[in-house]
């Protein structure tokens, strides 16, 4: 007599923590890579007829040239650069030159004279010509501490523009390792499927043979038909992560391309979390950029309580101008002057109160990241610690699930068992397959957001990843 099994094998509870452990974690990274809003590109062109065999390296290269994230701060930086060379005109000397050749007819009346004997009603028309140079220099305080903040500034937005393409290779990789995972549930899957078709095949030649009931064909069935739809969703994330990828690097509309390289598992030698922490400092562009923009911030400050000093002025002018160029000599003008502020109306006060206010601000936002790094690097350390033990235990209950299948199989063709038995066990090696998957991507991802945490992911994201 068949007995029913009394549950499932203990390693499928393992299994459930393991899945929900690891769930976890991929929805941590998952929304660190999507707060970085890099998933945006301009496409680079229209699509060929050709497969374009896509390598890790040639990826991130396309991204870091069309992701939206760095031309807009590409961009960014631009502008800094811009409002710099802006600030330093302020300081240099303004010289202008110029060439005129006036013709002039004048009624006396505009001037008040009516009625004036012996003088001309209408003056002209005459005519003259003029060539002249002007300059102009201002001297103060606020404006040399407005190009030292600018300049700050654009030292900040480079470094953020440093930062975004570690962030752009940050969801790239993701995206890389993501379309990996994705093919790989697919042949896991697609050998589901093939075991649960064997296994209705054997149901159903059993029933017709007398050996087995008919409950047995309809549980292989069941199972058969889960199978295949577990494929079709696999099949369609598979799609969908391939999308997102070409999307976040700006692929033609349309391009075709499949994986030229599976990164494989591989370990690292992490550095201490102390080597870590200093690593980061001294690498992380955001942190560098926070602390250019708490400079740049202090200057500003300088410069609205310079305000409040005198400023000194030339002027001058130096022209030729005569009827003629021949018949012509020269005029010039000077002044040289200094202005003080008297009463502004509480101008002055506003633009310090306002400068004081937004230095606290980058002051309060270069702390709150010096708290950021020294979390992103303990996480790191956690999630790749994490990741390696997930794997060993995946692959340990990979060949429990085996073994468990086999020996259920052998108890079925025994009649010891129904296939309630073999379809658990199926499910259970299904469920430990698709663990050992998600713990490799989770361990790759997990050493990428380290190099990510530690701001080298740009430059490092081969050594860690193992990748060509």
Request: charge should be negative; glycine fraction near 6%.
């Amino acid at each position: 007599m068949r007995k029913r099994n009394a549950g499932p094998p203990r390693f499928l509870l393992v299994l459930v923590v393991l899945a929900l452990t690891l769930s976890c974690a991929i929805r941590t990274v998952a929304q660190a890579v999507s707060s970085q809003g890099v998933t945006g590109s301009v496409p680079s062109g229209p699509a060929t007829n050709e497969v374009l065999q896509l390598t890790l390296r040639d990826a991130i290269a396309q991204a870091l040239r069309y992701n939206l994230g760095t031309i807009e701060c590409g961009e960014n930086a631009r502008i800094a650069r811009g409002q710099r060379l802006l600030a330093l005109s302020a300081l240099l000397p303004q010289v202008s030159a110029g060439l005129s050749e006036h013709v002039e007819q004048r009624s006396i009346s505009t001037f008040g004279f009516q009625n004036v004997t012996h003088i001309p009603k209408v003056i002209g028309p005459f005519s003259y010509s003029s060539v002249d140079a002007t300059l102009s220099q201002l001297f103060s305080l606020e404006s040399i501490q407005h190009l030292r903040a600018a300049r700050t500034a654009e030292q900040a937005a480079q470094l953020s523009y440093q930062d975004i393409l570690d962030a752009v290779t940050l969801a790239v990789g993701n995206g890389y390792l993501q379309i990996i995972e994705a093919n790989s549930r697919i042949q896991a899957q697609e050998a589901q499927v093939q075991n649960a078709k064997a296994l209705y095949d054997q149901a159903e030649d059993e029933f017709q043979a007398g050996t087995a009931p008919r409950i047995d064909v309809t549980n292989t069935a069941v199972q058969l038909h889960t199978e295949e739809y577990n494929l079709s969703i696999a099949r369609n994330n598979f799609a969908i992560a391939k999308l997102n990828l070409a999307r976040a690097i700006g692929l033609p509309l349309g391009q075709q391309f499949e994986l030229a390289e599976q990164i494989p598992y591989s370990d690292i030698n992490p550095p201490t979390l102390d080597d870590a922490f200093s690593l980061a400092y001294r690498s992380r562009s955001d942190f560098r950029a926070a602390l250019d923009s708490e400079k740049s911030a202090s200057y500003s400050l300088s410069a609205a309580k310079g305000e409040r000093y005198p400023v000194a002025t030339v002027n001058g002018d130096y022209g030729d101008t005569g009827a003629t160029f021949g018949h012509s000599h020269g005029v010039f003008s000077f002044e040289a002057g200094v202005r003080m502020p008297i009463f502004t109306g509480g101008r002055i006060k506003g633009d310090i109160t306002q400068a004081e206010a937004e230095l606290k601000q980058r002051k309060a936002e270069a702390e709150n990241l010096r708290g950021q790094i020294d979390y992103d690097v303990r996480t790191a350390f956690l999630n790749l610690n994490a990741a390696k033990e997930q794997v060993a235990v995946a692959k340990q209950n990979i060949e429990l699930a085996n073994e468990s299948l086999d020996r259920s199989k052998d108890r079925y063709s025994s009649g010891v068992t129904d296939s309630v038995e073999v379809v658990q066990a199926e499910q259970a090696l299904a469920s430990a397959n698709d663990q050992y998957i998600t713990s490799l991507y989770n361990h790759n991802l997990a050493k990428l957001s380290l190099a990510r945490a530690l701001g080298v992911a740009r430059t490092n994201y081969s050594q860690y990843l193992g990748a060509k």
